[in-house]
């Protein structure tokens, strides 16, 4: 059975740090693309960062970009989103999503992250 589990959101103050993992069951890692989505309240679901299947290329959004930074480890078959210098317009409920080039896709439950003073 396919499963993403996230972890590592919380309450953090502005300007505060958080590390997200999203450790995967039941696929085989090294083929998929990882990818960072999150949903703030009222807003449409976002694509924050992506990352090849090898880790060699990444892409993050423009509005996170120099804060946040997407890794993987393949042998542990996890990805990993480091949030730095966080601010509250990044609040929003965090997923994880797994894609391969045959059209598997596979999401997480979310985890949320909420910054306020």
Known sequence: ?????ESGGGL????????????TFGITFNRYVMRWF??????ER?????ITPRGDIT???DSVKGRFT???????NMAFLQMNNLNSEDTAVYYCNALNVLGGL????GTQVT???
């Open 12 to 23: 953090v103050q502005p300007g505060g740090s958080l590390r997200l993992s999203c450790e």
């Open 38 to 43: 999150r949903q703030a309240p009222g807003k």
């Open 59 to 61: 892409n993050i959004a």
């Open 115 to 117: 910054v306020s003073s």
């Open 46 to 50: 976002e694509l924050v960062a992506s």
């Open 1 to 5: 059975q396919v499963q993403l589990v």
């Open 106 to 109: 596979h999401w997480g439950h």
């Open 70 to 76: 997407i890794s993987r480890d393949n042998a542990k």
